[in-house]
Nanobody
């Protein structure tokens, strides 16, 4: 069984920074990509950033230049560094990992979400 867990959310003032962490665990054969989505109240879930197994990254226009996605040194971990945070970044942030468990086909596994609130 595969689990994905996020951490690092919280309350921060506008202009501040937070770093979100994501860790996948379980019987993992391969991890092909990881990424972050977010969902603000009353809005649809939207892509924030993704990173492939080879390290290629992709960002939503709204976060380009402010957010950085990276892979951790530990296997199956990743981070989202968020700088210059704005009130409109307030949302629940979800990590996903495109994982192939042992003996099974690849699919996306999602974490439970972590709340990020940007407010003075």
């Amino acid at each position: 069984q595969v689990q994905v867990v996020e951490s690092g959310g919280g309350l921060v003032q506008p202009g501040g920074s937070l770093r979100l962490s994501c860790a996948a665990s379980g019987s993992i054969f391969s991890n092909n990509a990881m990424g972050w989505y977010r969902q603000a109240p009353g809005k649809q879930r939207e892509l924030v950033a993704t990173i492939t197994g080879a390290g290629s990254t992709n960002y939503a226009d709204a976060v380009k230049g402010r957010f950085t996605i990276s892979k951790g040194n530990a296997k199956n971990t990743g981070y989202l560094q968020m700088n210059s945070l704005k009130a409109e970044d307030t949302a629940v942030y979800y990590c996903y990992a495109n994982i192939q468990p042992m003996g099974l086909m690849s699919r996306a596994y999602w974490g439970q979400g972590t709340q990020v609130t940007v407010s003075s």
